[in-house]
């Protein structure tokens, strides 16, 4: 009866518990993707780290820049990825509401779907004056492994697209 007792009196504990745990961002990602028929993206230790001096210097700086510290394709070199984009804001405290921004915004939007994207990277950082500051970064068609010795390589068929970014971002539209 006692561990009867016990099991009821955790229960509410548990589910509690569970009921509040937030989606994670490559969760809404790509549940968001799967609804327009893109695959889903995982979490990257690279392109979180990429994002995150993204994020930082946007605040440190106060400002919303996507060559804050310098072009998108430089700071994207060490993903190894055939193409890639990148969204940035600032403004709200949580990721689901600046998700939102993005996928109202017809550049941000495409961004996130950005066709065979596999990975991305999410950050925030908090400047002087209190903005929060957002960088995703969402990459695809990554470098196949180099054959073994001794064997030829095949021929590459197809193209990889450059990277792309906005420029600019007002209102959340990018341009």
Known sequence: MKVLFAIVLSL??????????????????????????????????????????????????????????????SRMAPAKAGRAAENIAYGYEDFKRTLDQWINSAG?????????????????ARSATSKTYWAMVIAGDYEKPKPAAGKKAASKTG???PARSCRMTVLGICF
């Open 159 to 161: 193209k990889t697209m």
């Open 12 to 73: 509410p504990l548990s589910l509690g518990s569970a009921a509040s745990a937030e989606p994670s961002p490559a969760s809404l990602i790509s549940e968001f993707r799967a609804k327009q028929g893109e695959g889903s993206v995982v979490i990257d230790a690279t392109l979180n780290r990429i994002a995150l001096d993204q994020a930082r210097a946007m605040a440190a700086r106060d400002r919303l820049d996507h060559d804050v510290l310098g072009p998108f394709n």
């Open 108 to 124: 941000h939007r495409k961004n996130l779907l950005l066709p065979k994207a596999s990975r991305v990277g999410i950050a925030s």
